[in-house]
């Protein structure tokens, strides 16, 4: 039981540093704390999206599930995606 309430804990914690507004959206958690898996997301998007818009938030996604991988190491993420630190820690953050 601890560890779930960990779990949630970081979880929320997670989408508090993610989020770039009041509000934590259901793609700023986990799939296997909201049920939903991202591809489900992805179909469920806004329909007045742009394809620029629907990009953004499949690389941002990606990354994110890389800097989880990475255990937040922003230079083990970049490092692995051959990208600048730079350009991943913008894109992951909003």
């Not at 960990?6 to 507004?21: K, Q």
Request: proline share 4%; with cysteine; glycine share 8%.
């Amino acid at each position: 039981m601890a560890g779930n309430v960990r779990e949630l804990e970081n979880a929320i914690e997670r989408g508090v540093v993610l989020s770039s507004g009041p509000v934590i959206g259901a793609d700023l958690l986990p799939g296997h704390i909201t049920g939903r898996s991202f591809q489900d997301a992805l179909l469920e998007h806004n329909p007045n999206s742009s394809l620029f818009d629907i990009l953004e938030v499949i690389e941002r996604r990606i990354i994110i599930e890389k800097l989880e991988r990475c255990n937040w190491n922003q230079t083990d993420a970049a490092e692995q995606f051959r990208v600048p630190l730079l350009r991943s820690t913008r894109r992951s953050s909003g």
